[in-house]
């Protein structure tokens, strides 16, 4: 369907609702209003406040709705601009997709922190005149992508350019926006069937409209780019957005909750998704849906790869070259998104390499804490250390520390919680004295390890320590690790 066809359907189904609505409101308002009979058959009004109050609600509704989206301003872009000069190479790229695909060229080249690339047009007129182009390229597509591939998804989003689709998908989001937003705001619950169905009617008539035009964006990449270079981006998108999203759920925000950010955020992207692209690959096809939603705008990815193979292919030379070559100064770009985007007051800097440690260290000493606490209120002790804590084992008085530590918990929960409150005085005693330290791992915890290079054994440890007649091997396991436990903890720091 043409572009413009989608821009006259939505004005029309617009203004349908709006007709709809109307004669909701004056139909179920004048019979809220009608009138009535009495004994001798002359006529009286009946006022009938429910179901005025349903047609006012409607009306408010409406109102509403229209008031919010006339008056909204779009929300500021996200990211960092790249200049011709900054990314001379990506720039040419981009002027030389637009004269390929027939449209005026962009006037900025914006850099994001998301996996993703898309187009943006201020227009005015809801979208009937034209305005200032934007593309919007994700940064961590970079390290996952060739420039092959990087030139097919500029190619497709300068197809949605060059068939007018951002002015046409604006006009339809504002229509989007006021028939939901009414159907959304109106109370009763019959009216609100009636105006809900006719928005899910509008939606997916649109977005039916909006996967056509994915289809379309798709030949214009492969037109101008390849097929092959088109295909494997398909490929690799669902792989590097599902790789993006563990890379910040696994590793950056829970330092980031710490008020810590590591200070190579992009370039640890880059080396997390080499090191795990295979266990990556796998959670995104288990995270694929079967179907997509039915509001979804574009259609599913292997449906779109299929309908590329009867496009004509174009012969292109291959530019294998890892994207980042895009941008000459990656890093620096980096840094700057990430204080535009991670960046805030109080926030500690570290590399990866000490970041790890010290948050792995700082988890250690807080489950820790709460026991040295339990076992000086015990004892009476105010400098409880690992070998407090020994002596307590080795008079049988495990129970007694258990429920010192966990008062309100039941016998075995409270025994579960000094098991893994011990574990972090081991964890945490054996980097205070300097015998283990921490170590990074992209694929999973991170790794206490020994001067010797050998896993801590824990688990062993906390064996010796259970039994009262085995607490002496444990001290001489300790002392062979070179871990001393007559240091006194430092208080774990306030989160």
């Given at each position: 369907m043409k572009t413009w066809l989608q821009a006259v359907l939505s004005v029309v189904l617009l203004v349908g609702f709006l007709v709809l609505a109307v004669a909701l409101v004056v139909a179920v308002g004048a019979f809220g209003l009608g009138y009535g009979t009495d004994g001798d058959g002359s006529g009286t009004r009946e006022i009938r406040p429910l179901i005025v109050g349903a047609a006012g609600t409607v009306l408010f509704a409406l109102v509403f709705t229209l008031g919010r989206v006339l008056?909204?301003?779009?929300?500021?872009?996200?990211?960092?601009?790249?200049?011709?000069?900054?990314?001379?190479?990506?720039?040419?790229?981009?002027?030389?997709?637009?004269?390929?695909?027939?449209?005026?060229?962009?006037?900025?080249?914006?850099?994001?922190?998301?996996?993703?690339?898309?187009?943006?047009?201020?227009?005015?007129l809801l979208g009937l005149l034209p305005g200032r182009r934007t593309v919007i390229l994700g940064l961590p597509l970079l390290p996952a992508y060739t420039v092959d591939q990087i030139r097919a998804v500029l190619a497709h989003e300068m197809g949605h350019f060059s068939g007018r689709h951002t002015r046409s998908v604006r006009i339809a989001l504002r229509a989007r926006m006021i028939i939901v937003g009414a159907a959304q705001n109106t109370v009763d619950g019959v009216l609100r069937a009636v105006l809900s169905a006719y928005a899910r009617l509008f939606v997916a008539v649109e977005q039916g409209i909006s996967r056509q035009m994915e289809y379309e964006a798709d030949r214009y990449a492969v037109a101008v780019a390849g097929r092959d270079a088109m295909v494997n981006a398909l490929r690799e998108i669902r792989l590097v957005g599902t790789g993006w999203d563990g890379y910040l759920a696994d590793h950056v925000l829970p330092a980031y909750d710490r008020g810590h950010l590591p200070e190579d955020l992009f370039e640890?992207?880059?080396?997390?998704?080499?090191?795990?692209?295979?266990?990556?690959?796998?959670?995104?096809?288990?995270?694929?849906?079967?179907?997509?939603?039915?509001?979804?705008?574009?259609?599913?990815?292997?449906?779109?790869?299929?309908?590329?193979?009867?496009?004509?292919?174009?012969?292109?030379i291959p530019d294998r070259r890892p994207a980042t070559v895009l941008v000459p100064d990656l890093d620096t770009a980096g840094r700057r998104l990430r204080e535009s985007r991670f960046d805030r007051p109080g926030t500690r800097l570290l590399p990866w390499d000490r970041l790890t440690p010290t948050l792995a260290h700082r988890s250690a000493r807080e489950q820790a804490d709460p026991l040295y606490r339990a076992a000086a209120r015990l004892t009476g002790r105010p400098d409880a250390d690992l070998g407090l804590l020994l002596d307590l084992l080795a008079e049988d008085r495990c129970l007694d520390l258990a429920r010192e530590l966990a008062p309100d918990a039941a016998e075995e929960d409270a025994l579960r919680s000094l098991t893994v409150a011990y574990e972090g005085a081991l964890e945490?005693?054996?980097?205070?004295?300097?015998?283990?330290?921490?170590?990074?791992?992209?694929?999973?915890?991170?790794?206490?390890?020994?001067?010797?290079?050998?896993?801590?054994?824990?688990?062993?440890?906390v064996d010796l320590s259970a039994d009262p007649a085995t607490v002496p091997a444990a001290r001489d396991r300790l002392a062979a690790l070179g871990i001393r436990t007559t240091v006194t903890p430092a208080a774990a720091p306030t989160t």
């Open positions: 008056t909204r301003r779009p929300a500021p872009l996200t990211g960092i601009l790249l200049s011709p000069e900054q990314a001379p190479e990506l720039w040419r790229i981009v002027r030389d997709l637009a004269a390929r695909v027939g449209t005026r060229e962009p006037d900025d080249v914006r850099l994001v922190a998301e996996a993703n690339a898309a187009v943006t047009e201020e227009v005015r640890g992207f880059a080396a997390y998704l080499a090191e795990c692209r295979g266990e990556i690959r796998e959670r995104s096809v288990e995270v694929a849906p079967a179907e997509p939603a039915w509001w979804e705008s574009h259609p599913p990815l292997r449906e779109r790869i299929a309908a590329l193979r009867f496009v004509p292919d174009v012969p292109v945490a005693a054996a980097v205070d004295s300097a015998a283990a330290s921490w170590r990074h791992s992209w694929s999973g915890q991170p790794e206490l390890s020994t001067t010797a290079g050998e896993p801590l054994p824990l688990g062993e440890l």
